[in-house]
């Protein structure tokens, strides 16, 4: 059963910097590594729905970003493609919320997975901008 923790949440200012990470285990032999699941990040603020933020593809093909987080927001794993990253610049307050990291196993190496139901989900880590 894979298994993903996040770490890396807090409280910061407007405009402040966060990167989050998580960790990714419980992998069988047949997939041993990321490269077989999309992996991305979802947020979710109190009394909001659930919105993905980013998200790379199975074998990290592509990487998909929301508007809102475009060009402020990075997406990166680490060589051993068992932990992927999420840098936050330029934080607003809107971007405050509960931070998950999900994965699917998934043959669709293109296509946008911010689309995609997630199976495995970590327990999250808050992030809070303040002003």
């Known amino acids: 059963q894979l298994q993903l923790v996040e770490s890396g949440g807090g409280l910061v200012q407007i405009g402040g910097s966060l990167r989050l990470s998580c960790a990714a285990s419980g992998f069988t032999l047949d997939y041993y590594a990321l490269d077989y699941y999309a992996i991305g990040w979802f947020r979710q603020a109190p009394g909001k729905e659930p919105e993905g933020v980013s998200c790379?593809?199975?074998?990290?093909?592509?990487?998909y970003y929301v508007d809102s987080v475009k060009g402020r927001f990075t997406m990166s794993r680490d060589n051993a493609k068992t932990t992927v990253y999420l840098q936050m610049n330029a934080l607003k307050p809107e971007d405050s919320g509960v931070y998950y990291c999900?994965?699917?196993?998934?043959?669709?190496?293109?296509?946008?997975?911010?689309?995609?139901?997630?199976?495995?989900w970590g327990q999250g880590t808050q992030v809070t901008v303040s002003s």
């Open positions: 790379f593809s199975r074998d990290f093909q592509r990487t």
């Open positions: 999900a994965a699917l196993r998934t043959e669709d190496r293109y296509g946008d997975c911010l689309q995609k139901r997630f199976d495995y």
